[in-house]
């Protein structure tokens, strides 16, 4: 039988390698896989995660899908991504969580300024009401 250490790595390494291919749909069935292990194993610090990466892999999703995002940002969320993936597969079973928080702040915050340039910056691909503001069907 697999350690739990055995499986967080394999789950951390399938997330680095569906962003490495810009497989954001990927990442967010990861992530839920990712929660449902820690859940099993009663691990909260592996809930916490898994949670975290489910909702900004969620929202890069949405962004890849609904806007055409600037090849060089996207890059350069995808290296920062991947380093920070590994930042917290490196240090999440350490006592001191410290890497490991910084390392999720960090990535939150990518996702959130990545999505903030796309809405301001990009023009959508559909005529999603979610980002037009006319959900009425005006």
């Known amino acids: 039988m697999k350690q739990l250490s055995e499986i967080f790595a394999e789950l951390f390494d399938a997330i680095i390698d569906a962003v490495d291919e810009n497989n954001f749909f990927a990442c967010a069935n990861v992530s839920l896989d990712f929660i ?62 410290n890497e490991v928080y910084e390392a999720l702040k960090e990535i939150r915050n990518d996702v959130t300024v990545l999505q903030m340039k796309t809405f301001r910056f990009h023009e959508s691909k559909s005529d999603s009401c979610v980002y037009e503001g006319h959900c009425d069907g005006s």
């Open 36 to 97: 449902a292990v820690a859940e099993m194993a009663n691990f909260k610090d592996g809930v916490f995660i898994g949670e975290v990466f489910e909702g900004l892999f969620n929202q890069m999703k949405i962004l890849s899908k609904d806007f055409d995002l600037d090849d060089e940002e996207l890059m350069q969320f995808r290296e920062l991504a991947k380093q920070r993936v590994q930042i917290i597969a490196n240090s999440y079973q350490k006592s001191d969580k």
